[in-house]
């Protein structure tokens, strides 16, 4: 697959740009048709990404001793490091090492019967070892927050709504991160980085290090490889949209494969969610519109999709992550 296979589309176009509105056209478009660009034009500096990106691969190049003082089987909100073989996706084991972060929380539970997803809310698990890694993290989380808005916005346009649609469920976000290394796969273990799977949220803003692969989106029954391009970030839409879309707009699976011996791969992957106690509005799609939505099946592991996002995210926490689950959360393990 060429770099142009993927459709690149301009978040400045989106916003104020000239051709605005065919560019939202688009959006809408490839969304549906496809579930994953490039995005450009977004604003992010890119001296940040560098900075996060170095400080990533410091926290990585340290003795695993030192990497698990922040082990996420101390959280009982799945924050923090997990080593290789800590985390599954469908049932198997994924050949990665990363951290995971969310928005800075106290912690909450004063209504778990109703609202289980507070377990989610809580604080992260900073590196004293990286010091810097935290103010890179919360800076990372605001900017990706904001171009989240931003693209909400447009989407809301190119199905027929004002730009506000999604406001209400966005004031209050719970954005999630991972930074996250890929070692060279020796054949000893897993075989893949990260199994298919859709993403449980509202979208996913991901950028993959330059010349990193691995990254392979599914069309048509294909697995098709998605390149990284300087500059660019790879977005994706998450199950929220395809709920509040009835299936117009498409969560695609997708994967990484590991990396060949003497390669790694490092990507900094950010879900934007919205608001765990609300329910993400369903869109009236315009009649031409309406007659394309598929509906709305079960997500890949059979269950259910649900709009309402703390149960939505919560699911996918409580299968990955089974040991610090069994933990903390055995209670709320399905039947």
């Known amino acids: 697959m060429s770099d142009a296979a993927l459709p690149v589309i301009s978040l400045q176009k989106l916003i104020d740009g000239p051709g605005r509105e065919s560019e939202i056209a688009r959006l809408r478009q490839v969304t549906h048709e496809v579930g994953f660009f490039y995005l450009a034009d977004h604003g992010i500096p890119e001296g940040l990404a560098t900075d996060l990106f170095a400080a990533t691969r410091r926290f990585f190049a340290q003795p695993d001793e030192v990497k698990r003082e922040i082990s996420n089987i101390h959280s009982p909100h799945y924050r923090g490091y997990a080593h290789i073989g800590d985390e599954l996706t469908q049932g198997k084991v994924d050949w990665r090492e990363q951290i995971d972060f969310a928005l800075e929380l106290p912690a909450r539970a004063d209504d778990l019967q109703n609202r289980p997803w507070q377990v989610l809310e809580g604080p992260n698990l900073w590196p004293e070892s990286v010091p810097e890694l935290r103010g890179l993290v919360e800076k990372w989380l605001e900017l990706n927050t904001q171009v989240s808005r931003q693209l909400l916005a447009a989407w809301a346009q190119s199905l027929g709504q004002s730009a506000d649609f999604f406001e209400q469920v966005s004031q209050e976000p719970f954005p999630l991160m991972k930074i996250a290394r890929y070692p060279g796969h020796d ?5 893949q980085g990260v199994g298919a ?15 990193s692969v691995g990254l392979q989106v599914e069309r048509a029954g294909e697995w098709i490889d998605v390149a990284a391009i300087p500059g660019l970030f790879v977005v994706n839409i998450g199950e929220l949209l395809e709920v509040a879309t009835d299936g117009y707009l498409v969560a695609t699976p997708h994967r990484v494969l590991p990396p060949e011996p003497g390669t790694e791969r490092y990507s900094l992957p950010y879900f ?3 608001s765990l106690d609300g329910v993400f509005p369903r869109v009236k799609l315009p009649a031409e519109l309406a007659a394309a939505a598929t509906g709305v099946g079960r997500d890949m ?5 649900s709009g309402i996002t703390g149960i939505n995210v919560l699911k996918s926490r409580l299968r990955a992550h089974p040991e610090i689950t069994a933990r903390y959360h055995a209670a709320l393990i399905p039947a």
Do not use: C, R
Request: hydrophobic share 30%; glycine share 18%.
């Open 187 to 191: 054949g000893s273990g897993s075989d």
């Open 197 to 211: 799977h859709k993403d449980s949220g509202v979208l996913t803003l991901l950028l993959p290090e330059p010349g």
């Open 272 to 274: 934007f969610t919205s």
């Open 301 to 305: 592991a059979g269950q259910e999709i």
